[in-house]
């Protein structure tokens, strides 16, 4: 019995391939998309995982020189006498080969155990001091390691982060011709005492650990995983929609069934059997797909993560189970809950009661106020989480209640609209027009519903990188003042450039700063020189009047946004700099892409409150000819990797800018595709229940032509009418983005502004997209033979 | 017996819209027995066939087919009931739309787990229909349509077919064809056959006949 049912059952897709072929496509694309943000969400997190792993080095106190430069080996044994638990690190990049790689040089004898590469043996170790030129590469570079002049063995560890070597603190010394100094110690238990009384003027700094990055990089995936799931919701759009088509088109075939001995619940068994064999046949093909999205996508994230937070993302893929169970799981759930209304309306279907498909009878004016009500009550939750709390979550919550609450509303909205324009029309034939749109846009609801998801999410995406785009460029401008930066490599050479280049050039701007605790939370403080390219350049979001006189005259600070806004300081607020130090706030200026609260105080004052903390060998230098002092620097003997153009410098930001936001371009056109695949299978799905509502017409008079051009006509107008309401949803979620999720994830805060010229573009792949998927259907009727329409008639009998 | 009822009653709606379909029906057929089952629209016909197909409830009365007592069956009783001892044709055909003609004929048989090749073969030509086993149910006429859905409800022999005027949506010639066919095949297989019809004509053809007025035989 079961197998004679279930083959008659799924007869039913045998005779309607395009049915089950939209279904199985919406299932794939939807799981595609959210398996291929998980892909790389997983990618990364286990690379912040391998970055905290490596060495332990993130998690120890590090003491560096004055300056921040290197330690001399002498200060390092001296330390050690006196009873301090360091161990030495050389660390640098070289050329290997082809490839640019980072070597970093440990000593295995004082090294704690955990700070072996994860996976390491004991044995490795040893190894790495037993004489033999020993080094442990990633895989990546494991070829270019062999490459290295006096290296006798490479061993390749996996997890080791990518472009990354590690030796014997001698070998790295030697191969990075480091002479009698190390690049700093790290501290690997208590210290015995004051670090200035055991060896004056070096720094012992905070640790930084790979949680912090992970923490640091949340918001960014947390977006990247609400557009998986808004890529997802909009392909369940066509899974229900296809679902409850071929639900209702298989409701005289179950009470056939059922009235020759099928009991019901077998029937319905049988039944979500089949809709969790299709789910686990698409979701496979979707996490597959997803694997595939993420291997191109993921170099674009691996290169925002980088740029954004300096963490490092391989730009390839692994297959890791958890993402891929994680989107079999989320395809059966969503298939399941698209199906269960399907079901339990033919679970409530009487044995006797006719089995005419109601799919035109959905959404009743009844059944549309209740669903409108509902989006409404959806609209207000996140209205009151966003009046509640500014943070991450409430957020989401908004813009999960607003796109669910609009979407739900829609259907009603454009009954509304349909309504009033039939009231206008004059003719019968304008008249039938709208009465029979208004009938069609409730069969395609669901598509409708998808494509103002997919409309909105771009609008508010576009306007949103749009705006930050423009904001960022123009603070660029203004930020990145100086013609040339350079590096000196020790604080002597710091000195030394900064009088070479007095009287050659038309300013020196120092870039030097001094970790600190703001705000409760760790930051920096730079310090400035009284310099009018600041006052000129330095774009300030609010200031008091002489706020750079205060400044130089060291009266007070100036902080960045995003100290100001986690603290709640504002202009004239006293900010602490330190234990017994605070200044007025005179400005604040935004800071974008840094993480961290940072104030700004002259330097003078600086290096006098905190002697030998302020760090930095970096200067701007203000010159009219950038080129010939360049060039002029290179003779005095600075490498020209050390010399940077404020151009490269604005070049490189706005790549990484670029491919920042190249992730989710790519993801909004894929769920346009979605939409644009949605209404096209509305409309096949459709088509053949609408033959019985057009021939009529045509049998009225009305051409098979002019009905086609008709049905294309009405898919671009339900298109246009949808596309103009997502308008207004894809701003409210732009102004979301930016006034809410972002202040909340990164402490900054964007202006909005609006560019029409995206819309046109939008509405012009909106009504494309609407038309492609008429097209199809519309021919179909064009073409039909009058006995097909005929046969209409005869049906009803 | 294969159809033992006594004092069947129903009733549709309630409060003042109630209304007493069947009033203290009795009734009984022996097994390879014909009756023909005639009356008015609306003189309950239709649902005394679908009580005594168990396809819903009497509210009062007993009813016993094939030996089972209907008094208290589930829906899973009484699918099993029609699965393996009932055939049933309605007036609208009701066949798979998504099967063909060969997969529709052996539907019920298949269901029922005894499927008899050779005398579905024999059915599909006596029927007409060996040429059109490949084809679907919406590319046959009516009356071959009709002719399927006799074969789907013989093609397991069952003890019992109950018709609900099977020639309602035909022409006469084919209509008397139709009937011919549905009579001989149910002697054939040994079934016995409850058939509503309006036709006095195709009344006459079976064994007994009992008249239904105002939800009462006569």
């Given at each position: 019995m079961i197998r004679a049912a279930l083959l008659t059952l799924l007869s039913h897709w045998r005779r309607h391939p395009g049915q089950l072929a939209a279904l199985l496509l919406g299932l794939v694309m939807a799981t595609a998309l959210f398996s291929a943000v998980q892909a790389i969400n997983a990618e990364a997190r286990a690379s912040y995982a391998s970055a905290s792993a490596r060495l332990g080095a993130g998690a120890l106190p590090s003491i560096s020189g004055p300056g921040g430069g290197p330690v001399p080996v002498e200060t390092y044994a001296a330390l050690r006498r006196a009873g301090w638990p360091v161990t030495p690190v050389i660390e640098g990049a070289l050329q290997a080969g082809d490839e640019r790689v980072r070597l970093l040089g440990i000593e295995p004898l004082t090294a704690p155990g955990d700070m072996l590469p994860a996976g390491a043996t004991e044995s490795d170790g040893l190894d790495l001091i037993s004489g033999a030129s020993l080094v442990l590469a990633a895989p990546d570079v494991a070829d270019a390691a062999r490459s290295l002049s006096g290296i006798d063995e490479v061993r390749e560890l996996g997890s080791l982060p990518p472009g990354e070597i590690v030796a014997d603190i001698s070998v790295a010394a030697r191969l990075l011709d480091a002479g009698t100094s190390v690049s700093r110690l790290l501290l690997t238990g208590p210290a015995p005492g004051p670090l200035g009384e055991a060896a004056p003027g070096l720094i012992l700094s905070r640790p930084t650990t790979g949680d912090d990055l992970a923490r640091l990089t949340d918001s960014f995936h947390l977006n990247l995983t609400a557009f998986g799931l808004l890529a997802f919701a909009v392909g369940l759009?066509?899974?229900?929609?296809?679902?409850?088509?071929?639900?209702?088109?298989?409701?005289?075939?179950?009470?056939?069934?059922?009235?020759?001995?099928?009991?019901?619940?077998?029937?319905l068994t049988l039944m979500l059997a089949e809709t969790l064999a299709l789910a686990l046949v698409a979701g496979a093909s979707g996490v597959a797909a997803g694997y595939l999205v993420a291997g191109v996508l993921l170099p674009d994230v691996a290169a925002t993560l980088g740029g954004l937070y300096g963490a490092e993302v391989p730009g390839t893929l692994a297959f890791r189970p958890g993402w891929a169970l994680g989107g079999l799981a989320l395809a059966g759930l969503g298939t399941s809950l698209a199906a269960a209304s399907g079901l339990a309306g033919l679970a409530r279907m009487p044995l006797l009661q006719g089995a005419v498909p109601r799919a035109w009878v959905r959404g009743g004016t009844g059944a549309l106020a209740v669903q409108a009500a509902a989006g409404g009550l959806l609209m207000l939750c996140g209205f009151v989480a966003v009046q509640w709390g500014q943070s991450l979550m409430a957020g989401f919550v908004f813009l999960g209640g607003l796109l669910l609450g609009a979407a739900l509303i829609l259907p009603a909205a454009l009954a509304l609209i349909l309504a009033g324009a039939r009231r206008l029309a004059r003719g019968p034939v304008a008249e039938w027009f709208w009465a029979d749109t208004g009938l069609q846009a409730r069969g395609l609801s669901l598509a409708m519903m998808a494509l103002l998801l997919a409309v909105a999410a771009n609008v508010g995406v576009s306007t949103m990188v749009g705006s930050f785009r423009q904001t960022?460029?123009?603070?660029?401008?203004?930020?990145?003042?100086?013609?040339?930066?350079?590096?000196?490599?020790?604080?002597?050479?710091?000195?030394r450039l900064a009088a070479w280049l007095e009287g050659r050039a038309d300013a020196v701007l120092p870039i030097r700063s001094a970790e600190a605790v703001l705000g409760g939370a760790p930051g920096a403080i730079s310090g400035v020189v009284d310099d009018p390219t600041y006052r000129e350049n330095w774009p300030l979001l609010a200031d008091t009047p002489g706020a750079w006189d205060r400044l130089a005259a060291g009266e007070a600070a100036l902080v960045n946004e995003q100290l100001a806004r986690r603290t709640g300081l504002s202009v004239g607020d006293p900010v602490a700099l330190g234990s017994d130090w605070s200044l007025p706030i005179a400005g604040i200026y935004s800071d974008y892409g840094n993480p961290s609260g940072e104030a700004?105080?002259?330097?003078?004052?600086?290096?006098?409150?905190?002697?030998?903390?302020?760090?930095?060998?970096?200067?701007?230098?203000?010159?009219?000819?950038?080129?010939?002092?360049?060039?002029?620097?290179?003779?005095?003997?600075?490498?020209?990797?050390?010399?940077?153009?404020?151009e490269e410098i604005k070049a490189a930001s706005l790549r990484i800018f670029e491919r920042t936001f190249a992730v989710t371009g790519a993801l909004g056109v894929l769920t346009l595709g979605?939409?644009?695949?949605?209404?096209?299978?509305?409309?096949?799905?459709?088509?053949?229940?609408?033959?019985?509502?057009?021939?009529?017409?045509?049998a009225l008079g009305l051409g098979r032509r002019r009905l086609a051009i008709l049905e294309l006509l009405r898919a671009a107008l339900l298109a246009g009418i949808t596309f103009v309401l997502a308008l207004p949803l894809g701003l409210a979620l732009a102004w979301a983005l930016l006034a809410v999720v972002n202040v909340a994830a990164f402490g900054w805060r964007l202006p909005m502004d609006i560019f029409p010229g995206q819309w046109l573009w939008l509405l012009a792949s909106t009504l494309a997209a609407a038309l492609i998927a008429a097209a199809i259907p519309?021919?179909?009727?064009?073409?039909?033979?009058?006995?097909?329409?005929?046969?209409?008639?005869?049906?009803e009998r | 017996m294969l159809i033992e009822a006594n004092q069947i009653e129903k009733s549709f709606g309630t409060g003042e819209a109630r209304r007493t379909v069947l009033s203290g029906v009795s009734l009984s057929l022996a097994p390879g027995e014909t009756l023909a089952l005639t009356g008015e629209s609306g003189s309950g016909k239709s649902t005394l066939l679908n009580i005594l197909g168990a396809l819903e409830p009497a509210d009062g009365g007993d009813l016993r087919i094939a030996g089972t007592d209907l008094a208290g069956?589930?829906?899973?009783?009484?699918?099993?009931?029609?699965?393996?001892?009932?055939?049933?044709?309605?007036?609208q055909f009701n066949l798979v739309p998504s099967l063909t003609v060969a997969g529709n004929l052996s539907l019920q048989a298949r269901l029922a787990g005894r499927q008899d090749t050779e005398w579905e073969r024999h059915l599909a030509g006596r029927l007409g229909l060996t040429d059109h086993l490949t084809r679907y149910p919406d590319q046959l006429s009516g009356g071959q349509q009709q002719r399927v859905a006799i074969g789907r409800a013989l093609a397991s022999r069952p003890a019992l077919v109950l018709a609900d005027e099977p020639t309602g949506n035909l022409d006469e010639e084919t209509a008397d064809r139709v009937m011919t066919l549905l009579t001989d095949l149910a002697a054939e297989s040994g079934s016995g056959l409850v058939m509503a019809t309006h036709s006095e004509r195709h009344a006459a053809r079976l064994a007994r006949r009992a008249h239904l007025t105002l939800g009462q035989l006569r």
């Open positions: 759009f066509i899974v229900h929609g296809t679902l409850s088509l071929a639900f209702e088109q298989r409701r005289a075939m179950l009470r056939t069934l059922r009235a020759l001995g099928l009991p019901l619940r077998t029937a960022f460029t123009g603070w660029l401008d203004q930020r990145l003042a100086a013609e040339l930066y350079v590096e000196a490599e020790t604080g002597a050479e710091a000195t700004m105080v002259s330097l003078a004052l600086l290096e006098a409150r905190r002697p030998g903390a302020v760090t930095g060998l970096r200067f701007g230098v203000r010159t009219a000819e950038p080129e010939a002092l360049a060039a002029a620097l290179r003779e005095f003997g600075l490498p020209p990797s050390r010399i940077t153009r404020q979605v939409a644009g695949f949605a209404i096209l299978t509305g409309l096949l799905t459709l088509a053949t229940m609408r033959l019985p509502q057009l021939a009529p017409v045509w519309a021919r179909k009727l064009w073409t039909a033979p009058p006995a097909r329409l005929l046969a209409t008639f005869s049906a | 069956l589930g829906d899973t009783a009484r699918a099993r009931l029609r699965r393996d001892r009932i055939g049933l044709v309605f007036q």
